[in-house]
């Protein structure tokens, strides 16, 4: 005889405008067609001077505790640092601990120089003595390109033991790199190279069954001569500081994580689920809540009473099995202690 499994409850919550209360997967839809969403939106444009822009519309949830979610709307042109604060704001006290972004396989965190320094230490203070035109960075950009590219081909037969000819060099890659393009661009192209490299690294070993020849030798050692550059390059241009704009690396669509505390984490995951042109009516708070999750109900694992309290630490299957009410939780003998049930995906740790 099959054994039923418990069914994991449905996570509802409460759109902001119309306070509405739906189940999880019906809000994203709902806020489209929110009627008073749409009227107040409508309004505040109207009596507003200000031009519109463009506003990402955003969920964050748990990734291990799903049934904490937030939905929210921010200016594309903010920061990564908007995110961080407002995630800090609606769901952790404790803002001691270092946090971060990883979008498209790289991190943005807060410890993190905001500086770019592919300009070099003498140069730098001269742009910030100086602004450099448009095509003063781009010639400053193609001069360090081609300083890095001239490094490593100097040491190309040594480091990977490739024979030095000119066969062995990919002089077209070279020609295209070198591209005059503005710093972004020169970024989009080098992550897609990464793409590109780690595609035909993979598709090298398959064909050759892990038993290379000599060609596929070399071509591997090739494509881990270019994997260098354009991880040097990445390295020293990139900035990935949260000052980062959301609409440099976000879209529609986009998935993407936070992590805040590197040590007790609470690991949160997003989702780039609409955009609109509009205006943000408070200007001191860029981001907008429109919509969260109700506070989870949970019953004392003891007595069955409302659960206020959770046991501190890390919860492999649910936070139900560590909850109690009041005075439940004054007879436990717990040497983690006990916190109080928060509505956040960082319930129960400290």
């Not at 960075?137 to 033991?161: H, M, N």
């Not at 069954?209 to 090739?222: C, P, T, V």
């Not at 860029?286 to 630490?313: D, H």
Request: proline letters at 5%.
């Amino acid at each position: 005889m099959e054994t039923q499994s418990t069914p994991r409850p449905i996570s509802q919550g409460t759109c902001a405008f119309c306070k509405a209360e739906l189940v999880k997967n019906k809000m994203t839809q709902h806020l489209k067609f929110c009627k008073q969403r749409l009227t107040t939106l409508a309004a505040q444009e109207r009596q507003s001077q200000e031009k519109k822009i463009h506003i990402f519309h955003i969920l964050a949830e748990g990734k291990y505790n799903p049934q904490y979610w937030l939905h929210f709307e921010v200016p594309a042109s903010e920061a990564l640092g908007s995110l961080d604060r407002f995630l800090k704001d609606m769901w952790i006290d404790d803002l001691d601990h270092l946090s971060g972004f990883t979008i498209n396989g790289t991190n943005y965190s807060t410890d993190y120089p905001d500086d770019l320094f592919f300009f070099g230490e003498e140069e730098e203070e001269e742009v910030e003595e100086e602004e450099l035109s448009e095509e003063e960075q781009e010639k400053a950009l193609r001069e360090f390109v081609d300083e890095v590219i001239s490094q490593f081909t100097e040491r190309f037969a040594s480091y990977l033991g490739v024979p030095s000819n000119p066969d062995s060099l990919p002089t077209e890659w070279f020609a295209e790199i070198k591209k005059p393009r503005s710093l972004y661009e020169l970024i989009d192209f080098l992550k897609a190279e990464q793409v590109r490299i780690t595609k035909e690294d993979r598709s090298i070993w398959k064909s050759e069954n892990n038993k290379l020849s000599e060609e596929g030798r070399i071509k591997l050692l090739i494509l881990e001569y270019q994997k260098l550059i354009v991880k040097t390059l990445l390295n020293e241009i990139e900035d990935c500081s949260m000052e980062v704009p959301l609409e440099r690396v976000l879209k529609v669509g986009q998935k993407f994580s936070y992590i805040y505390d590197y040590g007790s984490s609470t690991y949160i995951n997003l989702r780039v689920v609409g955009e609109r042109e509009g205006i943000i009516q408070e200007k001191k708070e860029p981001v907008q809540l429109i919509a969260q999750n109700t506070v989870p109900a949970f019953p004392c694992t003891v007595c069955g009473k409302p659960a206020t309290m959770v046991a501190m630490g890390y919860f492999t299957e649910s936070i139900a099995n560590s909850v109690f009410c009041t005075v439940c939780a004054k007879k436990q003998d717990r040497e983690e202690g006990m916190l109080p049930i928060i509505n956040s995906p960082r319930v129960g740790v400290l």
